[in-house]
């Protein structure tokens, strides 16, 4: 998708719970619930593999990649920017040409 900045990721109640403290650094939770943002995802095996981009203690740029039965995700969202991600009615451009 062109202009795509990276993916949500939200899994199954059942797959938090499995995945319990592990999972807990990497969700935002949002008011659309929680899920990861992750930069780049592979679904192409048993596992689902998440690039995250992020910051280190100092400051530093860090890259993670977090593999999950694929079977847990229960649904995954391209985004424009994570910023203005959600699920709220949208506002149409208005027409090229338009008084």
Do not use: W
Request: contains cysteine; hydrophobic residues 45%.
């Amino acid at each position: 998708m062109n202009g795509n900045t990276g993916y949500a990721v939200f899994f199954f109640p059942q797959a938090l719970e499995a995945l319990g403290e592990a999972i807990k650094p990497y969700l935002a939770n949002q008011p659309e619930g929680p899920h990861i943002f992750c930069k780049e995802i592979d679904t192409g095996g048993a596992f689902t593999e998440m690039t995250l981009v992020g910051k280190d203690a100092e400051g530093h740029d860090v890259q993670v990649e977090l593999m999950v039965p694929g079977s847990m995700i229960r649904m995954i969202v391209s985004a424009q920017n994570e910023a203005v991600f959600g699920f709220g009615p949208r506002i149409a451009a208005p027409a090229v040409g338009a008084a």
